[in-house]
């Protein structure tokens, strides 16, 4: 019996489940002498020039009784000094001594630390510190003025600047005006570049890692960079370098923000985040000042806690240059170019750098094909986009991530060279940078070059059985009735659901069923909210009878061709329902997981598209409706891209191709030289449309002979969608098979004389709609239980397979039990639409 390995765990990074661990050492860290002395020298130095003060008013007083009458009128000074030496003394001993460090932070101020926590974050306490240290400071600066001036403290505040002024030369008045005026435009710049940046710490956020569901291969690469921030050391004593960027990229709602909260919550370094319009500004300039003003506290942080973490959010807003300004032939790593983004097997990648750059100007240049089925995880290139953040801003950022690395500090870079002495380099900051956006392509090439931006990982929609614990991680927090049985089934039927989109139906479910007085939700309250997401709430419109019968056939034929000959896609919903752009619809989603697609699937399309306009003119006696256009525009598309550019027709060259090079139609005459005069581009697009007329021709005579042979099915679904208005896949299939489903039952459409009543009310809605006038018929009720020997045998599941036609046409089989369910979120497949 073999033993599965050991999952690994890196090692310095604590479980997901697990807080910020304890970073308490057993005794105080020691202090810099400068921290050690500077207020014992502050104090003394105000001590020394307030009795400086009381002998300048007093020539005639000696220093030690200056020093008397000062210990008498400012002795506070004395004791703030002295209190200052005990605590100076009280951090040495702490700094060596375990025990006494421990019973002075746990016994003594414990409860203070522990309240002041609570109240207050690491980063407002440093403020109120900072902010408290300034006050102390100017307090100390007028208590001093105050006395050379022989004024009060509040009086010495107001008359210092005019004194200063006054004692000042004319040209330095002149030049102090002139200074002034400049700081108050710095202010007000200043005050501009401020905001669009909140700065976290461990405690403040509680998301973790294990918070992020559906992703987890994702998760598992970002772990991995923080164990190399958290511990930079061992890679770089192997020569290598800690990655110091990383870019989260993929559609909208997948968890890539939420994964930026999970690294704040997990990770014992500060976290800033930039907010996305941080750097979009009136003036020209700001922009600039806000990203210097952002690196440099990012630096302190950085110095003062070890490492900081900085996440900017939709990054395509401040790292938007546009693809044709990047002036080269190369691509961001792991991304094609939006006109080759179909090739299939990465075709892209076999061509040389210098072809890529050639093709993708020459089809930008031409314009792209549109996508004739775009998925939703497709992105929109950037071509022509403009600096989003303004100008100059983006260059700012590039510099700072990896500009020159040159000295800081005033007296490092100045100083010390007035001295002849070498400025110090840089320390090692370690800046760990984010990015997250759903548009990769618009992002500037120079921005995601290594050093940089040294990782991408693309945030995708979850996997099966990432919704599955995604869903089981939001219905957890609620009161729910589903068995583990409904949520594999939820999960499969909504294919490109997020992890937003997952939470939003959790929560309209929960308002439905207090829509309905309940607490707790069951599966009909899941149906419910997933309809009303994907489709919207119905018109309040009633369609005339004949209409709304015309519609429900309509929809039938859609919907018994798509059961008959469709195994990529399965039916979520059929509904006659009217919405904002559609009359009534059926709406299929994939029933697994699937990235190529076969000539077979997309001639079940076709056949599916087609179902209208022929179902129309059988059952109308030859007449149809503008309904069936989007249906004709759907079949045409697909058709063309199948002909003309998928190699799935009679010929194998690509339209376009030939379009562009001027190389002819395929087949042409003269040995494929067109004839003298004649237009290359009329003769590509009549062999192409004729091709197509003839293959979309063929394939809805195979579609009317399938209709014929499922009349029946045709018109008991109707009639259910006359009754119920919407049904989910599962009631078409128990429909169609004469079972129960999960909202109606289907064994009343197995009694043979339910059928011919069916039948009866389909000729009456005829003669209504040829004479425009109303049905004479009422819609048939379905009987609540039938007599058996009246019932027809059930449908079999292959009773709808075509018979193998003079050119080998051959539908693929049917499985032996339609158990694939069906999700809203495809497209939906022969809406009737005016």
Known sequence: MSLAPPTPVFEGLRPPDQGPENRDKPTRPKLKMWDRIKFILLFTVVWFLLVWAAMANNPILPFVDAMRLQASEAGWLLVLLGIEIVRQLHFFISERWSGYHRFWTRRVFGATERFTQRRFSDWTRFRLARVLKWVTFFSLFIFVVSKFMNLSPVLAIFKLPALLFQAMPFILQLAFAFFFVIFQFVAIFWFLSRGGVDVYYPDDIKTRFSDVWGQDHVVARVKENILYLERPHEIEEKGGYVPGGLLLWGPPGTGKTLMAEAVAGETGRPYVFVDPGAFTNMFMGVGILKVKSLFRKLRKLALRYGGVIVFFDEADSLGNRGMLAQQGPGFPRGMRPAPFRDAGCHGFSYLSPEARWMLSRDALASGAEPEPHARRNRFVMGGMGGGGAGMGTLQALLTELSGLKKPRGFINRYVRRMLGMRPKPPPKYRIFVMMATNLPEALDEALLRPGRIDRIYKVGYPSKQGRIRTYEGYFAKVRNELTEEDIDKLATITPYATGATIKDLVNESLITAFRDGREVITWKDVIKAKQLKELGPPEDVEYIERERHAVAVHEACHAVIAYRTRRHLEIDLATIEKGSDYLGMVAAIPPEDQFTRWRTEYEAD???????????????????????????????????????????????????????????????????????????????????????????????????????????????????????????????????????????????????????????????????HQSHSGIMLSLPVAPRSGDPSQWAPPVAASSGALSTSDDGFKPPPMPASPEHRADGTGGASGAATT
């Open 606 to 768: 076709i056949f599916v598209s087609l179902a209208s306009l022929a179902g129309e003119r059988m059952f109308f006696d030859g007449d149809s409706s503008s309904g069936v256009s989007g249906d004709l525009e759907s079949a045409t598309s697909v058709a063309s891209y199948m002909e003309g550019f998928w190699g799935m027709g009679s010929t194998v060259s690509s339209y376009s191709t030939a379009k562009r090079l001027d190389v002819g139609a395929p087949g042409g005459s003269q040995g494929g030289r067109r004839a003298k005069g004649q237009n290359p581009e009329v003769e590509l697009r009549h062999a192409l449309a004729d091709r197509i007329e003839d293959n979309l021709a063929e394939l809805l005579e195979k579609t009317a002979r399938l209709l014929r042979e499922h009349r029946r099915d045709v018109l008991v679904l109707a009639h259910a969608l006359e009754t119920h208005k919407t049904l989910t896949g599962d009631d078409v299939a128990a429909v169609l098979e004469g079972r129960v489903g999960p909202t109606i039952d289907g064994t009343a459409y197995r009694s043979t004389d339910f059928v011919k009543e069916i039948e009866s009310h389909h000729k009456a809605a005829v003669l209504a």
